[in-house]
């Protein structure tokens, strides 16, 4: 805390300082009398000469100076004087001594992981802090994970937050009981020490930080007395203030032009401002400043509020300053001891005159008027203080809720967010129950907050209802900030009280009036009117009165189960205050008109005069809906019939109550039937949240309850006509021919539907008993229930089912305590997610008229539910689930069933359908009729099966169906109606359900008969009557035709939008045959020409080799579907490709990108950067490839003049899709046919002669080259058959010749970086080195998976690198032949000196697989002058592969043991260890620095290390010769030895080195003689004189180890952790807010984000793609960690989201971290995105996606 005197900075500047001490001053303090005046006069010396000196670019020198002199000067006496004694050792003593309470109370930075125990938690907010939460038991219940918004406090400790287990291990009370007063624990001195310094300083604090600033220019300079500065300069500081009205954008553009500084500076004033709130921007004398503020004003008061800037005097400035640090160290100091933080307690609430006179009601109260940095400081004191202290803790809350009302009001005019706000404390303080209680009864919290609430919401209509349409966006900004208020009161009422105490009731009871005043403003606002005519003009506004209907859902949910805690008083009280409110606001009911009077069967009933389609609705009536959940609770707690006394049951009205439910019902109902489309969208989307899960439990739900409680206490046939007259069908049944319907009806098809829906609702309204106090049932069931339907829709994951189901107050849905009964889990695959399905012994449950059903919902389950009852061969009748009983409240409900009215009903639909076809009636009328018949009979059957008594069955519907009919056209009863409908051939799809419900008939007329004879005998229910399945067979093929038509009219409509997806649809299989690698078509290639050969003669190199010229390739364009043979004089035939830039193959992420100049003809072997060419296989014409792309520019220009930029490829880089497959391509790899077999020459030259003739070549070369043009002669002999000024004969046509060059191009451009020449020497260069690094890509993938090295390859990779290597050894035709030449003269001096080339670079800086494919590939030029027709390009070939191989095992032998330990082991001495020795003896001899190592280990070591070297270069022969590799290397992993044969070498390599060493030797001599080599060895830095490729210059070994992307850890909150100490680390210490993983190299970056963008080429560019650039070439993958999302990029423009391998216990993946499951490592999942990125393919994924979805295209990539 303190620093020692001695520690004093010399460079101070000041002498004065140096001789300071703080103990001196401290001393001076405690004899001073005023010890007020003594601190401030310090103050003011001190303060305005260590702070805030100047402005700007200060460095952090200057900074340190400040912070030194602020501790030395300011703080250190101030920790002289409360301690008495060196401040060091002091808080050490403090500390002892204290006995700390068991609160843990860490405050949570923005991003860190909390977690909340879904067991234990008393509410969510309850949170651990991570430590606390591994020390606990809570990690093994479950739990949810989030990461903190920053404030807030770990609740480890606090005995209210958790049901169980408070503690974690650390936080454990170790039974020592914590002291009553901790201050009693000091000693005197230090506690009157403490009063008087806390209060001196706090008061310091706030009155600099409350003192009102703006107002007054004057007033802002005047300090509190005593604190004047000694003299006063002209000195300010030009203040910016932020707000959350101005861009980032506006904010640095302005400042440019105000301040005139840098972008930079710009963006790091903008930076501080939106972090600290304020920043000074310009310093100097007055008038410079003010100049700054109106300039900043000017330019932002345009549109808006200007920014606020003031002019401030420097020191008031430096002692705002100090005030923070002061605060600041307050919070420290009372960390050390709870005593201390007592007194500061007790200082911060000392009241003084007046109401509001504390020190922290002074600073609540002008919290809106702080800048954001200010309040940060002291929100974290006050958390440090009042909150950890229960004592005051509480007090603290008083005060807040006193003053509740004025906070709220100052933070609506406030325009900062709420987490800075003093406001969002109230989480801190209203979720403790205790408190929330105390508040209540003593400071009226619930009403306090509902009125404030209410308030805010003025603008109302001529009812007093709120009117949210035509919201302003000042209004709507304001409604967005008062939501905030809904969410305390959530905290207050989240636990209903345990027990209730007389003043609680009253004030709850208070609380509730002012609610109900609340659901009085929305009872009936947003009516709508139906439109007839014209649609309407404007959509109204519907979002903003949902959004408050789905705010308060919560709230009213929680009023409901506190009414319920107290059935007897507060449930009671409630329902009478619900209902008296209700019938005042009913007040809207007409009532003066005449009543309607309604007859039907018999029955008569008045109603109003009222049509849903002509007059104003309402869909919100919440008052309704609380009325009708306290009547649930009434029946539910039993209250109804224990106390019907207290119930005002016999004043309610039931057709009134239920009046306002039902037109809503009816509307939703008339709306689906089409009548109101004329109203536009926001009637669809506001009948669509009605239904939806979020709002439907205090919505829809609701209306079906107060129905059912209408019903239950009226007449049944008069609760029908009601409904009927409402639905506006009465006439349709009442008419005195109901049974017949007219059919020139021209809204027919309308009223069928209302008829449906009507019929539905009935449905619903008997049926629906899943709510606890409706029928008799557990809570749990009602969720298993949700889930049963949701289940039979299909099998669903999770997260889908837990959005399908409501949340109550503590965010639970029960989801988890009743899923594993009814649903078996299955788990997902790599990609996908988890499943659960239902158990089939729940099919039974199934009610195809659930109430939560839509009808696309209902359809579903409809067809899945029949499809697995066709497949277990049981009927498909859909019979309802058999019932729960009802409540006895509301047990008249069942009489609907029976009821004449519906009687009626039934029988006129049954009536209609009798008919076939004609359009007055439809099959879900029938099937809806056909279910409450079902449900009537089931309720009959239950009857008689539960009875004790005779006088028990009251229902006696089977009785009734035998009557006929009544009206008077009657034919039939019921009964014979179904009877005569069940063979109708019409009703085929409905027979099954039919013919149940007559059987069900006679089951009850047998129980019925029994009982009469009080027979015993027991019916056997299990034999269905006899069918003739050949009928129902036939119905149901008609049937499945009929769907299938109109399935395929679907289809039809939707073709054009399906052509469009069709690649996105399948790009999965696309993507599947990279992943599986499986062997196809290219295994069957050259199955043919090998099969007459043996096993023995497949060789691929060397004139011995079997070429494949005679195979024809006939290929197809895919563009004009013309057949065509590859020939060199054909038509140019190419392939779509795609060329990047790869770093995949090198371990080494730093690499800087190297300069465009850079040689090419070395490549490293650590693989630092290469040429990657993939292609998706198909294969075009090049003159349609050429004209394709041309129309896709043009496509391109015009689509950019009319919107910029946005596809998901970028024309102007040569970029296009495939044709056929949208893979994205960059170019085009011609296809060249095969090489020619060759002509088997008796006697081929030795490697010496060869040697010789090609260094005679060379040399020959060289000097004629020096001449001038014309002749060709050379000071060197040329050896014998060689013609210098040969041309040779161009094999291709000229087409073919572009498209080579069209292929150089392309990858000299992409693999450089620099703009295509033709001219460059370069390019053939490039062109090769993709072949090698392509290979050199799948031999190490092909090895990683264990996959054969041939025949494992796809088609389309497998034609790549074919067409690759061909291109490649055609290469030099189409370049000046000197260019070849050189390059490989350069090539071969590696291996055989030559005088005449510099520079060659140290054998263990090459990657030899590289060199070995640009030597072969250029020898072709060099040998095309050879005449004499004596040797073949073969025998150079294979004189190649030996050196390169020797050179290799060389490379091998020098670097195998560097660093290594030598673990000798005894082997037999086999001919290849010995060998190996004697070359490495050979080796040691001239590098005295290599290590001694064992045979066995040399030769092991070797054999490992050439491996990957060999299998490359067999693949490449392969490609270029068109070899047919040998069986065991398509098959299996590949022998060594047939490795060896293969490529024509010794299975014993050193038999290479062994035959020629003579040769040999002095070869070697030179490799290893090369200065390069032994600080390479050494691990030093390299030979001055050789450039380095890499910088550090590490030596690389064999085999390389395969880059792997980073681990990961298993538990993702690790990361959370780790990412939430991140800082950025651009802008000082600040936490960044999109922490970003590397997971190439485990870098962490600031993504997305001002302060960390840096310019590439000319352009800003966010963290992530700067990045890549140094660590991927420009493709990188990333893990955006605080969203748990993955990121790929390539390039500047593209990048997609990618799901990441993190899952829940669930099999889903959280992107956003929405849910907080626990989330674990999918190593399976991580593999495969490892793979890849190997496979480079990241660019078409992200091609893929952007295709998909066109939004992607949209984003800025290059900002993240
Ligand atoms: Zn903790
Ligand atoms: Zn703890
Ligand atoms: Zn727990
Ligand atoms: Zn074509
Ligand atoms: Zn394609
Ligand atoms: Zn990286
Ligand atoms: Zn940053």
Redesign the pocket.
């Known amino acids: 805390m303190a620093a020692a005197e001695s520690e004093q900075d010399p460079s101070s500047p000041s002498g004065e300082f140096l001789s300071f001490s703080a103990r001196d001053t401290a001393q001076r303090w405690l004899a001073a009398s005023d010890l007020k005046q003594e601190v401030y006069r310090h103050l003011a010396l001190y303060v305005p000469r260590i702070l805030c000196q100047g402005t700007g670019g200060r460095d952090s020198r200057e900074e340190q100076r400040e912070e030194l002199g602020c501790q030395l000067l300011l703080l250190a006496p101030l920790e002289w004087f409360l301690l008495g004694a060196e401040p060091g050792a002091g808080l050490a003593h403090l500390q002892q001594n204290n006995r700390p309470s068991a609160l843990c109370g860490h405050v949570f930075k923005v991003g860190e992981p909390t977690y909340s125990c879904r067991e234990c938690a008393a509410d969510p907010t309850c949170v651990l802090c991570m430590t606390c939460f591994l020390g606990s038991v809570h990690k093994e219940h479950r739990y949810r994970m989030t990461t903190s918004g920053g404030g807030g406090f770990c609740d480890c400790g606090d005995t209210e937050a958790w049901k169980s287990s408070p503690f974690c291990q650390t936080h454990l009370p170790d039974g020592g009981e914590a002291p009553e007063d901790p201050v009693s624990q000091l000693s005197p001195d230090l506690v009157a020490r403490g009063y008087s310094l806390f209060s001196i300083l706090l008061k310091y604090a706030v009155d600099l930080l409350t003192g009102d600033q703006q107002d007054q220019q004057d007033r802002q300079d005047r300090l509190p007395e005593g604190l004047e500065p000694p003299e006063r300069a002209d000195t300010y500081f030009c203040m910016l203030f932020n707000d959350e009205v101005h861009t980032y954008e506006q904010v640095i553009y302005t400042l440019q032009k105000a301040v005139s500084c840098s972008q930079r500076e710009a963006v790091s004033f903008a930076t501080t401002v939106d972090r600290d709130g304020r920043k000074s921007v310009r310093y100097g004398d007055f008038q410079f400043c003010d100049q700054a503020k109106s300039v900043i004003v000017r330019n932002t008061g345009r549109q808006s509020k200007p920014l606020r800037v003031q002019v401030m005097h420097s020191s008031v400035v430096a002692h705002q300053s100090f005030a923070l640090k002061a605060l600041s160290w307050l919070g420290g100091i009372i960390q050390y001891s709870d005593g201390l933080r007592r007194i500061l307690c007790q200082v911060g609430l000392q009241k003084g005159e007046g109401e509001n006179s504390t020190l922290v009601d002074h600073l609540m109260l002008n919290d809106s008027k702080m800048w954001k940095g200010a309040r940060n400081v002291y929100h974290q004191l006050l958390m440090n203080s009042l909150l950890m202290d229960l004592k005051f803790k509480k007090i603290f809350a008083i005060q807040f809720a006193k003053n509740y009302r004025r906070l709220q009001t100052d933070f609506m005019e406030d325009d900062h967010e709420r987490l800075v706000s003093v406001t969002s404390l109230s989480v801190q303080l209203f979720t403790v129950p205790t408190m929330a209680r105390m508040l209540m009864v003593d400071q009226d919290l619930m009403g306090t907050i509902i009125r404030t609430f209410v308030d805010q919401l003025r603008h109302r209509d001529l009812q007093g209802r709120f009117q949210f349409d035509r919201y302003t966006a000042q209004q709507a900004f304001r409604f967005q900030r008062v939501q905030n208020l809904i969410g305390d009161l959530k905290y207050v009422l989240m636990s209903p009280p345990d027990q209730w105490t007389d003043p609680l009731r009253i004030k709850f009871l208070e609380g509730l009036d002012a609610f109900l005043d609340l659901l009085r403003c929305m009872q009936g606002m947003d009516p709508v009117v139906r439109q007839v005519g014209q649609h309407i003009e404007m959509e109204p506004e519907w979002e903003a009165a949902f959004t408050l209907q789905m705010k308060l859902s919560p709230v009213i949910s929680m009023i409901q189960d506190w009414c319920r805690s107290d059935p007897e008083v507060v449930l009671v009280q409630a329902y009478r205050k619900v209902l008296s409110m209700l019938s005042q606001s009913s007040g809207g009911l007409p009532d003066g008109e005449q009543p309607l009077s309604l007859v039907l069967a018999g029955h008569q009933v008045e109603t109003f005069r009222y049509q849903v389609s002509q007059e104003r609705v309402s869909i919100h009536l919440p008052l309704c809906r609380l009325l009708a959940g306290l009547h649930v609770l009434l029946s539910r707690t039993e209250v109804a019939t224990r106390f019907p006394e207290q119930l005002p049951l016999g004043e309610l009205a039931p057709p009134l109550l239920m009046e306002l439910p039902l037109r809503c019902l009816v509307l939703c109902a008339q709306v689906h039937a089409g009548m109101w489309r004329r109203n536009g969208f926001s009637l669809i989307n506001q009948i669509y949240y009605y239904h939806n899960v979020k709002c439907r439990v205090e919505m829809f739900d609701k209306d079906i309850v107060m129905l059912q409680a209408g019903a239950s206490m009226m007449d049944p046939n008069h609760f029908l006509m009601i409904v009927l007259s409402r639905f506006e069908l009465f006439h349709v049944f009442s008419s005195a021919d109901a049974r017949k319907r007219y059919r020139d009806n021209k809204d027919l098809v309308q009223q069928n539907t209302l008829i449906e829906e009507m019929l539905h609702l009935i449905i619903m309204v008997i049926g629906e008993r899943y709510v606890a106090g409706i029928g008799q049932v557990q809570p749990l069931d009602e969720v298993r229930r949700e889930i049963i339907h949701q289940l039979s829709i299909r099998p669903m994951a999770h997260s889908e089912l837990l959005k399908a189901l409501p949340e109550n107050g503590n965010k639970e849905t029960g989801l988890e305590r009743v899923i594993d009964s009814v649903a078996s889990f299955k788990k997902p695959g790599v990609t996908g997610r988890g499943l659960y399905e239902l158990r089939p012994e729940w099919n039974k449950h199934f009610n195809l008229y659930f109430h939560h059903y839509s009808r696309a919902d209902q359809s579903k389950a409809e067809e899945a539910q029949r499809k697995s009852r066709r497949q277990n061969g049981e009927d498909t009748a859909l019979p309802p689930p058999p019932p729960p009983p009802l409540c006895h409240l509301l047990g008249s409900l069942v009489n609907l069933l029976q009821c004449d009215v519906l009687l009626a009903l039934e029988g006129a639909v049954l009536q209609w359908s009798v008919e076939p076809g004609g359009g007055s009636w439809t099959e879900s009328m029938l099937q809806r009729v056909l279910h409450l018949v079902a449900m009537a009979l089931l309720e009959e059957q239950q009857q008689l099966e539960n009875r004790c008594g005779e006088e028990d069955v009251t229902f006696s519907y089977t009785c009734k169906i035998t009557r006929p009919g009544e009206a008077p056209s009657s034919s039939g009863s019921i009964l014979a109606l179904l009877e005569s409908l069940q063979n109708a051939p019409h009703l085929e799809v409905h027979k099954d359900m039919i013919t149940w419900i007559l059987k069900t008939v006679g089951t009850i007329k047998t129980i019925r008969e029994r009982t009469s004879t009080s027979s015993t005998f027991t019916v056997s229910q299990g034999a269905g009557p006899e069918e003739t399945g050949r009928d129902r067979d036939k119905a149901e093929r008609k049937r499945k035709a009929e769907m299938a038509r109109l399935r395929r009219e679907k289809i039809m409509a939707q073709m054009s939008e399906m052509q469009k997806h069709f690649i996105n649809e399948n790009k999965d299989l696309f993507q599947q045959s990279l992943e599986e690698m499986e062997a196809s078509t290219s295994a069957a290639e050259y199955s043919s020409p090998s099969s007459a050969l043996t096993c023995a003669s497949k060789v691929c190199v060397g004139p011995r080799r079997v070429g494949g010229a005679d195979l024809r390739q006939l290929v197809t364009c895919i563009l004009c579907q013309e057949e065509q043979e590859v020939r060199g004089a054909g038509k140019a035939m190419v392939l779509a490709a795609f060329v990047q830039r790869s770093t995949v193959l090198s371990r080494n992420h730093t690499c800087t990108p190297e300069p465009a100049g850079r040689d090419p003809v070395f490549m490293h072997p650590d693989l630092p950067v290469g040429v990657h060419t993939a292609s998706c296989g198909h294969i075009m014409h090049a003159t349609c490839w050429q004209r394709y792309f041309e129309a896709v520019q043009v496509k391109e220009q015009r689509r950019q003049q009319r919107l910029r930029g946005n596809t998901s490829y970028d024309v102007e880089n040569g970029e296009f899709l495939c044709p056929l497959c949208e893979c994205l391509s960059n170019t085009v790899i011609p296809l060249l046919p095969h090489l020619a077999t060759p002509g088997h020459s008796p006697d081929p030259p030795s490697l010496e002669a060869w040697l010789q003739t090609t260094s005679q070549l060379i040399a020959a070369l060289h000097t004629c080259r020096k001449t001038p043009e014309g002749e060709l002669e050379g000071a060197e002999p040329v050896p014998e058959g060689f013609r210098l000024d040969f041309s040779p004969h161009r094999p291709f046509s000229s087409s073919i010749s572009e498209m080579i060059t069209t292929f150089s191009l392309a990858v000299f451009k992409v693999g450089l970086k620099v703009e295509p020449d033709e001219q460059d020497g370069r390019v053939p260069v490039v062109g090769w080195s993709t072949c090698a690094f392509s290979i050199q890509s799948i031999e190490r993938l092909l090895l990683d998976e264990d996959k054969p090295l041939f025949g494992s390859l796809p088609c389309r990779q497998d034609d790549c690198l074919s067409s690759l290597v061909r291109f490649g050894s055609a290469c030099w035709t189409s370049v000046p032949q000197n260019t070849v030449y050189t390059h490989f003269s350069r090539l071969l001096a590696v291996l055989v000196p030559d005088r005449r080339v510099e520079n060659s670079p140290c054998i263990l800086n090459l990657d030899m697989f590289h060199l070995l494919v640009y030597s072969v590939l250029s020898y072709s030029s060099l040998h095309s002058l050879d005449q004499s027709g004596r040797s073949s390009v073969d025998v150079g070939h294979l004189h190649l592969l030996h050196l390169v191989t020797v050179a290799h095992l060389v490379q091998v032998l020098l670097t195998c043991s560097t660093g290594e330990v030598c673990m000798d082991q005894d082997g037999g001495g086999s001919e290849e260890e010995q060998l190996t020795l004697q070359l490495y003896c050979f080796l040691r001899k001239h590098l005295s620095s290599l290590p001694d190592v064992s045979p066995w280990q040399l030769w092991s070591r070797v054999k490992a290390g050439i491996l990957p070297f060999l299998r490359a270069a067999a693949l490449f022969f392969h490609y270029l010769n068109s070899a047919a590799p040998p069986a065991d290397l398509v098959a299996g992993p590949g022998q060594w030895e047939s490795l060896c044969s293969f490529l024509s070498l010794p299975p014993n390599l050193l038999l290479l080195y062994q035959t020629h060493q003579d040769l040999l030797d002095p070869l070697v001599l030179s490799w290893i003689q090369h200065p390069g080599v032994p600080p390479l060895l050494r691990g030093g830095i390299q030979h001055p004189g050789v450039a380095p490729l890499l910088p550090g210059g590490r030596v690389t070994r064999f085999p390389r180890e395969s880059n792997r992307l980073i681990e990961l850890p298993e538990d993702y909150s690790v990361l959370i952790n780790q990412a939430s100490s991140f800082t ?4 000082g210490g ?1 936490k ?1 807010r999109a922490p970003t993983l590397c997971l190439v190299c485990g870098a962490m970056l ?1 993504s997305q ?1 001002y ?2 963008q840096t310019e590439v080429d000319g352009e800003d560019v966010g ?1 992530c793609t700067a990045h890549t650039f140094t660590c991927g070439a420009g493709v990188g993958l990333f893990l955006r960690v605080r969203e748990s999302q993955v990121l790929f990029v390539a390039g500047k423009t593209k990048g997609c989201f990618y799901p990441p391998p993190y899952l829940d216990d669930y099999g889903e993946t959280d992107q956003g971290l929405k849910r907080g499951n626990p989330l674990h490592l999918c190593p399976d999942r991580y593999r495969k995105m490892e793979r890849l990125w190997r496979q480079h393919g990241i660019p078409e994924v992200i091609g893929h996606a952007q295709e998909a979805n066109q939004t992607l295209v949209a984003i800025d990539w290059q900002h993240l």
């Open positions: 950025c680390p651009r802008s600040d960044s600031c984000s302060c960390c963290a």
